[in-house]
């Protein structure tokens, strides 16, 4: 039995990347470790397995949105596919909570000072963050795991 280095799961022999965080393991962590420092060397990426991806499509969609409902249930412990998604949406969420947070207090000082032109930038943010929730869900009808960009590299469910 072998451990990841990144998440400290136990993960069966033969495993090249470990299903609870995605990190190479073993072989492919030894690779990965020796092209560091190529300039190109992109990052192991989690490949979701196409049938856990399939039965758990439903509760990928709610993690973009209602995240919390995947967490109450605990199907984010039971499928890998759904714990990416449901992290993702919590980055989204909480990202959405401190642009609402920051658009509001912005909002008044703004109102204050009268500066319209910084008004646009306001929808811009929302409409991209919506744009977000439907590249999240879907990823999430194809069975993939790609990360959102900008926010995505971010991980707060393990």
């Not at 965080?21 to 300039?39: E, I, W």
């Not at 190109?40 to 409902?69: H, Q, R, T, W």
């Not at 642009?99 to 703004?110: F, K, N, P």
Request: charged letters at 15%; proline letters at 4%.
């Amino acid at each position: 039995m072998a451990i990841c280095s990144k998440c400290n799961k136990d993960v069966a022999e033969g495993i090249k990347f470990c299903a609870d965080c995605g990190a190479p393991v073993g072989d492919a962590a030894a690779g990965t470790a020796a092209n560091a420092g190529a300039a190109a060397a992109p990052a192991a990426a989690y490949v979701p397995d196409k049938a856990d991806a399939e039965a758990n499509k439903l509760m990928g969609i709610l993690s973009y949105l209602l995240f919390f409902i995947p967490l109450i249930t605990g199907d984010h412990k039971k499928s890998p596919f759904v714990r990416f998604h449901v992290n993702q949406g919590t980055v989204l969420f909480l990202t959405n909570l401190i642009w609402a947070v920051c658009s509001g207090v912005l909002g008044i000082v703004l109102g204050i000072i009268k500066l319209g032109f910084i008004a646009i930038l306001f929808p811009l943010v929302n409409i991209a963050l919506f744009v977000l929730v439907i590249m999240g869900i879907l990823a999430v009808l194809k069975g993939e795991a790609k990360e959102l960009p900008v926010i995505g590299k971010f991980t707060i469910i393990k």
